[in-house]
């Protein structure tokens, strides 16, 4: 099942779009959830008020909308609706957890966000507290027949966003790049006991390490390994250009500088424009 937030916004219409692609192509039920945030409205209001017909009709409308959207774009993709009372984050991190979600799509950018601010509170909050795969999508046009971009660090924490990124990569049948980013210690001088071709090399390792399990798994998916000097989100940022779809681990400890909310998961969300996973461990 893949959870998908919906508020009627273009970015959340975006994330229906992302998600009944999807669920087509791996074969999933879809459900669409609208959190019907009642504190504004009941603010003041009598401890036994309840939710006005204005607000219910809305969030109808809404999800009808939606839904009405996946049945025209991916007909075969069964789809459900639920609108539950609530703040949007509380609400859709429970319905991603009540039944072990796949993946939880949202918009960047909710009804009420600021102009130029690509990553919304509701994306913001979820980031990264999640147990499934947190899919954040942006209103606008989007690359197909790209590539799949991956971060890798030194760390074992970034092995379930490589698989994640893999079984994406098979389902579009498309190039899996994989981004290792490294800088050297702060401390380091010229006169330091190892060379820049062996920082290269062992940097190259890192990667053909974390990568061999998940490639032998999956044949039939090209990888890239592209390792390069470079900050990680300068890097990400540059990669995704040409991406579908961005995965990064919500979290890291590289030992040389190269940790992905982790500063560097939530840096990439605020500045790429594609898709981005972000999966936790």
């Not at 992905?260 to 461990?281: D, E």
């Amino acid at each position: 099942m893949i959870i998908v937030g919906v508020d009627g916004s273009d970015a959340a219409r975006a994330a229906v779009e992302w998600a009944a692609d999807d669920a087509f192509r791996r074969g999933s039920a879809l459900r669409l959830v609208h959190a019907a945030d009642t504190s504004w409205y009941l603010v003041g209001a009598r401890p036994d008020a309840t939710l006005s017909e204005r607000v219910l009709r809305e969030g109808r409308r809404v999800l009808d909308e939606a839904e009405a959207l996946v049945r025209e774009r991916r007909p075969s993709v069964e789809v459900v609706t639920r609108e539950v009372e609530g703040r949007p984050p509380a609400v859709l991190r429970e319905q991603a957890e009540e039944d072990a979600a796949e993946a939880l799509v949202v918009g960047g950018r909710g009804l009420g966000g600021f102009t130029g601010a690509l990553l919304g509170s509701v994306s913001a909050s979820l980031a990264g507290q999640v147990r499934c795969p947190l899919v954040v999508v942006r209103e606008g046009p989007r690359r197909e027949g790209g590539e799949v971009v991956a971060g890798v660090d030194d760390s074992p924490e970034c092995e379930a966003a490589l698989a994640y990124a893999f079984e994406q990569a098979a389902a579009r049948g498309v190039t899996l790049r994989a981004v290792h980013a490294w800088q050297l210690p702060a401390l380091y001088t010229p006169e330091a006991p190892f060379t820049m071709d062996e920082v290269r090399t062992a940097q190259q390792q890192v990667v053909e390490d974390r990568l061999k399990r998940l490639k032998d798994a999956h044949p039939q998916v090209t990888v890239v390994e592209d390792v390069q000097r470079a900050h990680p989100v300068d890097a990400l940022v540059a990669a995704s250009q040409e991406a579908e779809l961005l995965v990064v681990g919500s979290q890291g400890r590289g030992a040389l500088g190269s940790a992905l909310l982790g500063s560097v998961s939530r840096n990439v969300l605020h500045h790429v424009s594609c898709p981005v996973a972000v999966v936790r461990p």
